[in-house]
C-alpha cells in the first residue's frame, strides 16, 4: 500500500477502507514510527471490542516512552495483527502493509470526515518537527 | 501545564552545532539544546556497553574554588561544612561523590568534587553539579562562603567543555593522545593532561569517572578545543564501534547501573539513607549542614528504601507508577526504561521497608494493570572486572 491511497488522522494512525466490506484496515504511520524509535511492546486489542473515534484501542512502547493507539473511525474490531507483539520490526520496514494494526468494521461513518489526505498529514507533521 | 513556560532561549553547548548537524534529537533539558539521541538509543546503549560511547555532558555545571593566599585548606573546610562527605581528607587526584542537603536532610544535589593539585603540595577543589540544580547550589553556597573569608567561587560551566567517554574500548582509544598513562588511573581519580591531536595540544582534566557502569572518562577543555577532541575520538574508533550518544542512552545506562538521577530518584524530600547513599555520608567527627538530621535518619529502620526491580511482562514501568503488594499500595516508581542489556523491563522504586527485601514479589501499576515484579539486587548491570 502507498501513503497516497491511505487517509490519515491527527494522532497518527491510518486507514484504509474497503468500500465492499465496509472494513477499514488502521495502522501507525511511518513518520510516528519513525519518532518513537527502538520499540519494545504492542498491544492490540481483542476480537469484538467496540471502539469509537478518538478512543484509545491499544498502545505502542518503547525504550523512552509510551504512547495510546487511536481509533479514528466507529465500529468493531474484526482482525487484530497479533503477531506483531514478536515481529515489531514489520512496524518500521512495512508500516503501511505488513504493519496493519487492526480490522474495524464500520457501525457508521463517524470520524471519516475528520481524516486527512496524505498531503494535508505531511503538512502537519513538518509542523510538529518546529 | 504544570509549570509555567520559560520564554529564555536554550543554552548551547560549544557542541550543539555538531549535534545538530549529526542528527541528533535536540530537547530543553535542564534549559540546555541536548541530544536526546542520534539514532537508536538502543544502539547507542549497545555501542558503551561493547565498545564505547561518547556523551556531551557540557551542561553539568562546573564550580571552581579558589584562594589567592592559602594552600586550599579553608577551600576544603567550607566544602566540608556543606557536603555530606568528608573533603579535608582529600589528596589531589581524588574525586569524590557526595550530596548537598538542607538542615533537614533532604537531598538538594548531588555532586562530584573534585580535588587537584596546586602549587608545591597545595590543594584547589571543583563541584561537578547536575545541571538542573546548577543555579540552586551556585546561591545555597554563595552566603555560606561569608565564614571562610577570601575563598571564592566561580561558575565555568559557559567557559569550558565536559565530555563523557565511555565503554570497555575507551582506555585503548584516549590513550595515544593523552601525555599521561591512563591504566594506573584508579577509577574516581583526576588529573591534568595533556590532549595531543594532529594539529595542536590542548590543555585539560581527565578523570576515572562516568555515569554509565562502564570503565570510562571524563574530559574537560576549553570550548574552543572540544570539537577535535570529539572528532578525533569518533573518528579512531569508528571502526570499533564508537558511536556519539545522546541523553536517552545515558538514562538506560545509569539505570541498569542503578546510579540515582536528581529529579527522579532524589529530590528535597530524600534522604540519603533511603536513597541507599549511606556511603556519602560521613557522619563521625564533622559538622555540615543537615548533620543531625541525618544522623536521626541512619537511626531510622522505618522508612522507604530505594530498591530495583525487574518485570516479567514487555509493558515499562514508568515514573510515578504505584508499586503494590496485593491490594496494597507500597511505593512508586522512580525511574524505569526497558533495558537493552537485560532484555527486559527494569525500574528503581521506592518501597516501603518491609516489602524491600530483594527476592519480594510485588507487581507495578501500570496503567490500571497489576503488572508481576520482583525486588533484585542493584546495580542491574555491572560490568565484567
Known amino acids: 500500500m502507498q501513503p497516497e491511497q491511505l487517509k490519515f488522522a491527527k494522532t497518527h494512525e491510518w486507514l484504509h477502507l474497503d468500500p465492499a466490506t465496509k472494513t477499514a484496515t488502521v495502522g501507525l504511520s511511518a513518520f510516528a514510527l519513525e519518532a518513537l524509535t527502538d520499540l519494545v511492546y504492542v498491544e492490540l486489542?481483542?476480537?469484538?471490542?467496540?471502539?469509537?473515534?478518538?478512543?484509545?484501542?491499544?498502545?505502542?512502547?518503547?525504550?523512552?516512552?509510551?504512547?495510546?493507539?487511536?481509533?479514528?473511525?466507529?465500529?468493531?474490531?474484526?482482525?487484530?495483527?497479533?503477531?506483531?507483539?514478536?515481529?515489531?520490526?514489520?512496524?518500521?520496514?512495512?508500516?503501511?502493509?505488513?504493519?496493519?494494526?487492526?480490522?474495524?468494521?464500520?457501525?457508521?461513518?463517524?470520524?471519516?470526515?475528520?481524516?486527512?489526505?496524505?498531503?494535508?498529514?505531511?503538512?502537519?507533521?513538518?509542523?510538529?518537527?518546529? | 501545564m504544570t509549570e509555567a513556560a520559560s520564554t529564555a532561549p536554550l543554552a548551547q553547548t560549544p557542541l550543539h552545532a555538531w549535534h545538530a548537524a549529526h542528527g541528533g534529537r535536540l530537547v530543553d533539558f535542564?534549559?540546555?539544546?541536548?541530544?536526546?539521541?542520534?539514532?537508536?538509543?538502543?544502539?547507542?546503549?549497545?555501542?558503551?556497553?561493547?565498545?564505547?560511547?561518547?556523551?556531551?555532558?557540557?551542561?553539568?555545571?562546573?564550580?571552581?574554588?579558589?584562594?589567592?593566599?592559602?594552600d586550599?585548606?579553608?577551600?576544603?573546610?567550607?566544602?566540608?561544612?556543606?557536603?555530606?562527605?568528608?573533603?579535608?581528607?582529600?589528596?589531589?587526584?581524588?574525586?569524590?561523590?557526595?550530596?548537598?542537603?538542607?538542615?533537614?536532610?533532604?537531598?538538594?544535589d548531588d555532586v562530584l568534587v573534585y580535588c587537584a593539585p596546586y602549587d608545591g603540595g597545595g590543594r584547589r577543589f571543583s563541584l561537578v553539579v547536575n545541571a538542573s540544580n546548577r543555579e540552586k547550589i551556585f546561591h545555597w553556597?554563595?552566603?555560606?562562603?561569608d565564614d571562610f573569608p577570601g575563598v571564592l567561587m566561580e561558575d565555568l560551566t559557559t567557559v569550558f567543555a565536559m565530555i563523557a567517554f565511555q565503554g570497555p574500548k575507551s582506555r585503548a582509544l584516549l590513550q595515544p593522545i593523552?601525555?599521561?598513562?591512563?591504566?594506573?588511573?584508579?577509577?574516581?581519580?583526576?588529573?591534568?593532561a595533556q590532549f595531543a591531536l594532529p594539529h595542536n595540544r590542548i590543555d585539560g582534566v581527565v578523570s576515572r569517572t562516568g555515569y554509565t557502569g562502564e570503565d570510562g572518562w571524563e574530559i574537560i577543555v576549553p570550548n574552543r578545543d572540544v570539537q577535535a577532541i570529539w572528532e578525533y575520538l569518533l573518528a579512531a574508533g569508528s571502526s570499533e564501534g564508537v558511536i556519539a550518544c545522546g541523553l536517552g542512552a545515558r538514562d538506560t545506562l545509569r539505570l541498569e547501573a542503578a546510579m540515582p538521577l536528581y529529579g527522579h530518584e532524589l529530590?528535597?524530600?530524600?534522604?540519603?539513607?533511603?536513597?541507599?547513599?549511606?556511603?556519602?555520608?560521613?557522619?563521625?567527627?564533622?559538622?555540615?549542614?543537615?548533620?543531625?538530621?541525618l544522623a536521626a535518619a541512619a537511626a531510622n529502620d522505618n522508612q522507604p528504601q530505594r530498591v530495583g526491580l525487574t518485570l516479567?511482562?514487555?509493558?515499562?514501568?514508568?515514573?510515578?507508577?504505584?508499586?503494590?503488594?496485593?491490594?496494597?499500595?507500597?511505593?512508586?516508581?522512580?525511574?524505569?526504561?526497558?533495558?537493552?542489556?537485560?532484555?527486559?523491563?527494569?525500574?528503581?522504586?521506592?518501597?516501603?521497608?518491609?516489602?524491600?527485601?530483594?527476592?519480594t514479589e510485588l507487581a507495578v501499576d501500570i496503567r490500571g494493570k497489576a503488572e508481576p515484579c520482583r525486588v533484585v539486587p542493584l546495580p542491574f548491570y555491572k560490568k565484567s572486572s
Open chain 2, 178 to 192: 593523552v601525555d599521561l598513562q591512563l591504566g594506573p588511573m584508579k577509577y574516581y581519580t583526576s588529573a591534568f
Open chain 2, 30 to 70: 535542564a534549559g540546555w539544546s541536548m541530544p536526546v539521541q542520534y539514532g537508536s538509543i538502543a544502539a547507542e546503549h549497545t555501542a558503551v556497553r561493547t565498545a564505547a560511547g561518547l556523551f556531551d555532558v557540557s551542561h553539568m555545571g562546573r564550580f571552581r574554588f579558589n584562594h589567592l593566599d592559602e
Open chain 1, 45 to 130: 486489542p481483542k476480537v469484538g471490542v467496540k471502539v469509537s473515534p478518538g478512543q484509545s484501542f491499544g498502545e505502542i512502547e518503547s525504550v523512552k516512552a509510551v504512547s495510546d493507539i487511536y481509533s479514528p473511525v466507529s465500529g468493531e474490531i474484526t482482525a487484530s495483527h497479533g503477531e506483531l507483539a514478536d515481529h515489531l520490526d514489520k512496524l518500521k520496514s512495512d508500516p503501511y502493509g505488513e504493519g496493519w494494526l487492526v480490522k474495524i468494521k464500520l457501525a457508521d461513518e463517524a470520524g471519516l470526515g475528520e481524516l486527512l489526505s496524505y498531503g494535508d498529514y505531511q503538512k502537519q507533521c513538518a509542523e510538529e518537527q518546529h
Open chain 2, 141 to 145: 553556597l554563595q552566603p555560606r562562603l
Open chain 2, 72 to 108: 586550599g585548606s579553608l577551600i576544603a573546610a567550607f566544602l566540608d561544612s556543606v557536603l555530606t562527605r568528608r573533603v579535608t581528607d582529600m589528596k589531589a587526584g581524588q574525586v569524590r561523590y557526595s550530596l548537598v542537603c538542607n538542615e533537614d536532610g533532604g537531598i538538594l
Open chain 2, 312 to 359: 516479567d511482562g514487555k509493558r515499562v514501568p514508568r515514573e510515578g507508577y504505584g508499586v503494590v503488594s496485593g491490594a496494597r499500595n507500597c511505593g512508586a516508581v522512580t525511574s524505569g526504561t526497558f533495558s537493552p542489556t537485560l532484555n527486559c523491563p527494569i525500574a528503581m522504586a521506592y518501597v516501603e521497608p518491609e516489602f524491600a527485601a530483594v527476592g
Open chain 2, 267 to 293: 529530590n528535597e524530600q530524600i534522604n540519603p539513607i533511603e536513597a541507599g547513599l549511606k556511603f556519602a555520608v560521613n557522619l563521625d567527627g564533622r559538622e555540615f549542614v543537615g548533620r543531625s538530621a
